[in-house]
Nanobody, 126 residues
Framework: QSQLAESGGGLVQPGGSLRLSCAASGFILDHFAVGWFRQLPGKEREVVAALSFGAGTTYYAYSVRGRFTISKAGDNAGYLQMNSLKPEDTARYYC????????????????????WGQGTQVTVSS
């Protein structure tokens, strides 16, 4: 069964860092485009960062540029390194994957992704 599983969320003070992980099983993540999204209760899920398959190109939402880094590794996992965290980064974070080549615009669309994890909560608060 193909699935994704996120981990690494938690409570962190403003200015702190977290590294989210997204473990893939049942498929080779390096052959997939990967996206990280976040969602607040009652709000739409929004893209945070996206990475093309083969790790060719990246996209970052304006609000996280220079602070977050998306990557994939040989252990069949994806990562989101989050630095200089702000209270407004508080949300539930989800990773997603698709085997389809996506344009930059398409990477922001949740319906383009075939696989989703259950999410991990990130809370930034003093």
């Amino acid at each position: 069964q193909s699935q994704l599983a996120e981990s690494g969320g938690g409570l962190v003070q403003p200015g702190g860092s977290l590294r989210l992980s997204c473990a893939a099983s049942g498929f080779i993540l390096d052959h997939f485009a990967v996206g990280w999204f976040r969602q607040l209760p009652g709000k739409e899920r929004e893209v945070v960062a996206a990475l093309s398959f083969g790790a060719g190109t990246t996209y970052y939402a304006y609000s996280v540029r220079g602070r977050f880094t998306i990557s994939k590794a040989g252990d069949n996992a994806g990562y989101l390194q989050m630095n200089s965290l702000k209270p407004e980064d508080t949300a539930r974070y989800y990773c997603a994957a698709t085997p389809d080549p996506l344009t930059v615009d398409q990477r922001m669309e949740t319906e383009r992704y075939d696989y989703w994890g259950q999410g991990t909560q990130v809370t930034v608060s003093s």
